[in-house]
């Protein structure tokens, strides 16, 4: 599982960063609002833990622009904010926990472990010999792994998730995107043509005036 942590108290994200190695999570560190919320925009991650007082964008900055914008990705807020208009204005913008400094490093990981039962972050669906790991937007091959972007992985698990049946570029909008980020159809289009590159074989059959049929032969 890939984490990104946002921590700008050097000693703390270098314990944290290599308990968290140590438990076997892949994490990936930064000191700075910004430049952690770039990499949120061009990565994959399957759990945000966001310091709030730091650098340039603060971490409520980062996680209520990522609400906006329909990224769901779990968050824990680690902060030594202490007041429960904090502790509310968090869960307003959408964290799914908040834990406060100082903290003993296993009640972290029972937070995470926690998150991670809680949205089944680890389920797996094999489909045609391959693994695929939806929330960490991962398809395990025989020889390597496929790394998706959180949408295309969303597309993909509701295709799977309904092999054998015709599937509209209206119906897909419907079950994957909010209502406030409505794509149009070219968008959808764009997600299909993309997954169709990661595969040796063509699993998506386009249906003339229909839509998608999603098939494994």
Request: aromatic share 12%; proline share 2%; charged share 30%.
């Amino acid at each position: 599982m890939n984490i990104l942590l946002l921590e700008d108290d050097v000693i703390l994200q270098e314990i944290m960063e290599e308990f968290l190695v140590e438990k076997g999570y892949q994490v990936e560190s930064f000191f700075d609002g910004e430049k952690a919320l770039d990499a949120i925009g061009s990565g994959s991650y399957d759990m945000l833990l966001l310091d709030v007082n730091v650098p340039n964008i603060d971490g409520f900055e980062i996680l209520s622009y990522l609400r906006e914008i329909g990224n769901t990705t779990p968050a824990i807020y680690i902060t030594s904010l202490s007041g429960i208009e904090d502790l509310k204005k968090g869960f307003d913008l959408g964290a799914d926990d908040y834990l406060k400094k100082p903290f003993e490093l296993e009640e972290l990981n029972a937070r995470i472990e926690h998150i991670v039962r809680l949205y089944r972050l680890q389920e797996e669906i094999e489909f045609d010999g391959m693994k695929f790991i939806p929330k960490a937007h991962q398809i395990f091959l025989k020889d390597g792994v496929i790394e998706m972007r959180q949408k295309e992985s969303q597309v993909l698990e509701y295709f799977i998730r309904n092999i054998g049946k015709i599937i509209s570029c209206d119906e897909i909008i419907e079950n994957v995107w909010d209502d406030e980020n409505i794509p149009a159809h070219a968008t959808i289009r764009t997600y299909i043509k993309n997954l169709r590159k990661m595969f040796d074989k063509e699993y998506f059959e386009n249906i003339k005036g229909e839509g998608y049929r999603f098939n494994i032969v």
